[in-house]
């Protein structure tokens, strides 16, 4: 009888390890994103050009520029669209999923607009007091590492989501 109740015992407790492993398997693509957007927020506070331009697919309006050019253009751009105190509200009460599922007006032409397949983004999604944040990501199989970031399609008012926390 006591080696039934081990075995029981044993068996659930690999079960709510398994549920436990799956649940944070199944997080990893929101991890990921939420990874690249720090190393985005950080690049654009330190000025570092060449980390910016990794991350970022390039806009077609701006392809043709030269390469410190380019990253001008979007570090002017992105410099008030995010910040670590909105990287948190949205790591916190953003929906995620993806694109097609969380902008499903908006995702082909956004997609278009940078090259990429919508099939092959995610996006986080923020509505408060009439602003959205939004933030998509390109993403493909050889990408879905720590060490080989998604590369960031578009970053809206995320910065925005945190002054606006403040005040509810």
């Known amino acids: 009888m006591r080696v039934w109740r081990t075995i029981a015992v044993g068996a659930l407790l690999l079960i709510i390890a398994g549920g436990f492993w799956l649940r ?9 994103a939420l990874q690249t957007l ?4 950080a690049a654009l ?14 806009p077609a309006a701006i392809q043709g520029r030269t390469a410190p050019e380019q990253a001008q253009f979007l570090t ?3 410099a008030d669209e995010i910040s670590p105190e909105g990287l948190v509200v949205l790591q916190r009460q953003g929906t995620f ?7 499903p007006a908006e995702a082909e032409k956004w997609a278009k607009q940078a090259g990429v397949r919508a099939e092959d983004c995610v996006a986080f999604k923020l509505e408060r007091r009439g602003l959205c944040a939004e933030v998509v990501l390109a993403q493909d199989s050889a990408l879905r590492t720590p060490h080989s970031p998604s590369r960031i399609v578009r970053c809206n008012h995320v910065r ?3 002054m606006n926390s403040n005040h509810e």
């Open 97 to 103: 999923g993806p694109l097609t599922n969380v902008f």
């Open 45 to 58: 506070r330190t000025g570092n050009s060449a980390d910016l331009l990794k991350l970022i697919c390039t």
């Open 38 to 41: 720090g190393q985005l927020d």
């Open 160 to 162: 925005q989501m945190a």
């Open 76 to 78: 002017k751009a992105l």
């Open 24 to 32: 944070w398997k199944a997080g990893e693509p929101r991890r990921f």
